[in-house]
Each structure stands twice: as C-alpha cells, then as structure tokens.
C-alpha cells in the first residue's frame, strides 16, 4: 500500500510543494518524489510505501552487499572505512558519557554492539528483520529486540544510538516519544542522519545516493531536525562530521547518474563536500548529532 504524508512531520503544516524526483537505484528502479514544507522547509518521501509494504525495498543484494563479501579493491576499501567508523563510533561514546547501559536501535548485523559489549559497554539492541536481529545476536551475544515501540518496557540508558535509522521510521512520532522515555537522567542521545543541506546533495540533486527513496523516508538538515528534536524537548549539544560520508555519497551518486562510477569526480567531490562544511555550517554529507533533554 501507498500512503500520502498530509501534514510536515516536523511543524505540522499543510502545505508542502514537490522538491525533487528521485528514483530508486538500488532496487525496484521506481520513481518516488521529495516534497518540502512551505512553513520548515523540511524534505520528506510522499507518497511512501506503507510500513507493511516497504519490506520488498529493501530486499537487494546491493542494498545488503554491504555485509560480508570482500571480493575486489573498492569493498577492501570500504571494509577498511568501516573498521575505522566503527572504532571512531566507539571512542566518541566513551568520551560523552562514563560506561553503563547503551541501546543501539536499528542495529544492523550487530558490529557496533559487539564492539561497545567488547569496550565495557552493557548494551542491547532493537532490530526490525528477522533475520539480519538473529545475525546480530550470534555476532554479539547481545540481548536484541524486534519492535521498538514495544521493547525494553521500564529500562532506561545511558546512551541510545540510532546510526543511520531515523529516516527509515514510519512511526516517526511514536518513535521519538519512546527513545525519549527510555533515555536514564544525563543520559545522551545520539543520531547520524544524511544531511540535505550538504555540498553533495546540491550537487548531485536527483541523484544524490543518500536520498535513498523509498527507504529514506526523511531529509534531515541541522535545522529541521534540531526542530523535530526540540517537538520532545531534546536539544542538539554537539554536531561530528561524518567525513567517509562524503566520498562514497559522491561515488553512488556518480554511478546513478551515468551508470558508471566516476572515481576521479567522486574524491574531487568529497574533497570539495567537506571542505564546503567547514566553511558553512558544518553541513556535512552526513553528521552525528550528539543530544541530551
Ligand atoms: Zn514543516
């Protein structure tokens, strides 16, 4: 099923105007548009699919490519980028909050939790598909639940990362009202989002990878998400720039438009994305929002 969103999940409003047509690349090849808020500005997927027809989107190779195979100097490459985030993600929890009790939502096949669980985190984990939550739970031995909304009733933590998980949520309000329960006193919330007010997203437009449609539901800017936060009383303490981002951002974008992945553009467009960011804004290809209430 196809839903339409009415009203701006950020300030309520009514009007919105079409902002872009994207199609999606990686799996059904479908075309899907961006609309913006009149009021906020903020970029949003409409019409979507609803959350009980959005699985077959994700189901790809290429969208899952990113788990094991090793074959070729490009997936070396970003074997050797995600070995560095990951150890990157892990020295920035422990420098905003003492070890305790971390809840990793949306996590994946489970590295980030066998790492923190490896560093003295006590950490659990929320997980959506079946089969990549199992994955997670032999891959870390961690406790990890299915259904957001439902889990870990009357816990709360010290730290609660959402690593690229924010604009997949249907349930976008509810989400945000339950993370927010479940945040202990002090403790810090952290989310990575794409950022559309980037050089690379200007740059590559419809093509820009990281609009991700129907997947990405949202498109996040410092601006709009610091006001969705503020909606449930959380407030953006710190930004970290997600510098990687920008050079494989460039590098599927290069590809979606011609079909062919233009290296040699993509390390110039990189370059060019973050050296842009630290000159306006810090608007990063993607950035990790540090927030406490
Ligand atoms: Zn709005």
């Known amino acids: 099923m196809v839903e339409n969103v009415t009203s701006c999940p950020v300030c ?6 079409l902002f872009l047509s ?3 690349y990686t799996v059904s090849g479908e075309a899907f548009n961006i609309r913006e808020c009149t009021q906020c500005e903020f970029k949003f997927t409409s019409p979507r699919p609803s959350q009980d027809a959005i699985g077959p989107y994700y189901q790809s190779e290429a969208y899952i490519s990113h788990s094991d195979s090793t074959a070729g100097v490009i997936n070396k490459l970003y074997h050797a980028v995600r070995r560095k985030t990951l150890a990157d993600k892990v020295n920035l929890i422990n420098q905003l ?7 990793d939502i949306g996590c994946g096949t489970g590295n980030f939790l066998k790492a923190c669980t490896d560093a003295g985190w006590l950490t ?8 990549t939550r199992q994955k997670a ?3 870390s031995g961690c406790e990890v639940q299915a ?13 609660i990362t959402l690593w690229h998980v924010l604009e997949h949520l249907h349930q976008l309000e509810e989400s945000l009202l339950k993370i927010k329960g479940l945040l202990a006193k002090e403790a810090v919330l952290v989310i990575a989002v794409p950022n559309s007010g980037s050089f690379d997203a200007r740059y590559y437009q419809q ?6 449609v129907p997947r990405h539901l949202y498109h996040f800017n410092p601006d709009t998400l610091s006001k969705l936060l503020a909606k449930y009383g959380l407030k953006v303490a710190d930004t970290k ?3 990687f981002d920008a050079f494989y951002i460039s590098m599927l974008s290069t590809k979606y438009r011609s079909g062919k992945t233009n290296y040699v553009e993509s390390v110039k467009n990189g370059l060019l994305s973050n050296a842009w960011a630290a000159r306006n804004g810090n608007n990063y290809s993607s950035i990790t929002y540090v927030i406490s209430l």
Request: proline share 6%; glycine share 10%.
């Open 207 to 212: 093509y820009w990878a990281a609009y991700d």
């Open 12 to 17: 309520g409003s009514g009007e919105h105007k």
């Open 124 to 131: 659990k984990g929320v997980e959506a598909d079946p089969a």
């Open 137 to 139: 739970i032999q891959t």
């Open 97 to 103: 909050h003492p070890k305790g009790t971390l809840l």
């Open 241 to 243: 720039p997600m510098k």
């Open 147 to 159: 259904d957001l909304l439902q889990a870990y009733k009357g816990k709360k933590f010290d730290v």
């Open 22 to 24: 994207c199609r999606d």
